[in-house]
Antibody
Framework: QVQLVESGGGVVQPGRSLRLSCAAS????????MYWVRQAPGKGLEWVAL????????YYADSVKGRLTISRDNSKNTLYLQMNSLRAEDTAVYYC??????????????????WGQGTLVTVSS | SYELTQPLSVSVALGQTARITCGGN??????VQWYQQKPGQAPVLVIY???NRPPGIRERFSGSNSGNTATLTISRAQAGDEADYYC?????????FGGGTKLTVL
């Protein structure tokens, strides 16, 4: 069965960096786009970034552009989120999610059926 | 940027029908997904492509989408349906979520 397991969260000071990982199993990781979605405490869901199956396409929310970088290692079935210049407003639970379609361009017809359990990032001095 | 508008809260009597709306400019031209999220848990996809249910989602959950409004309908509401619900679309390769609606079952 599909499993997504995030790790790497923790408490970090403003301006510092953190790297999140999402270990995937139970499906052909290299064939699917992957996503990061976050949720600040008591707030709604906010999409953060997406990466196509082959890394040829990467898109970011305006709120994180230039500070957060999504990447993947298909040989390790792992998705990453490099978080630099962290701010208090980046405090959130970060979820990884699997795209619904093989390849690129058709995820909009599906949705995120599989999510990880989330990892909490707290940015505080 | 594209925006989705949801009511902050919706209440429904036990066993009755709840309707949660999601407003967006010409949202009827987009595929709409709906997610259910209970406290401390990851979201669960309950509707994709406007009206389709993933495996394991009860028939009590249905969706529609036309014009500027998409709607999630929950029939015969149960206590276990109490949760936050989010609509979601893609807009030019960007993922957009609505602000979420808290459903209370009375």
């Amino acid at each position: 069965q599909v499993q997504l397991v995030e790790s790497g969260g923790g408490v970090v000071q403003p301006g510092r960096s953190l790297r999140l990982s999402c270990a995937a199993s139970g499906f052909t990781f290299r064939s699917y786009g992957m996503y990061w979605v976050r949720q600040a405490p008591g707030k709604g869901l906010e999409w953060v970034a997406l990466i196509s199956y082959d890394e040829s396409h990467k898109y970011y929310a305006d709120s994180v552009k230039g500070r957060l970088t999504i990447s993947r290692d298909n040989s390790k079935n792992t998705l990453y989120l490099q978080m630099n210049s962290l701010r208090a407003e980046d405090t959130a639970v970060y979820y990884c999610a699997k795209g619904g379609a093989v390849g690129y361009g058709a995820d909009s017809s599906y949705g995120f059926e599989y999510w990880g359990q989330g990892t909490l990032v707290t940015v505080s001095s | 940027s594209y925006e989705l508008t949801q009511p902050l809260s919706v209440s429904v009597a036990l066993g009755q029908t709840a309707r949660i709306t999601c407003g967006g400019n010409n949202i009827g031209s987009k595929n709409v997904q709906w997610y259910q999220q209970k406290p401390g848990q990851a979201p669960v996809l309950v509707i994709y492509r406007d009206m389709n249910r993933p495996p394991g989602i009860r028939e009590r959950f249905s969706g529609s989408n036309s014009g500027n409004t998409a709607t999630l309908t929950i029939s015969r509401a149960q206590a276990g349906d109490e949760a936050d619900y989010y609509c979601q679309v893609w807009d030019n390769s960007i993922v957009v979520f609505g602000g979420g609606t808290k459903l209370t079952v009375l």
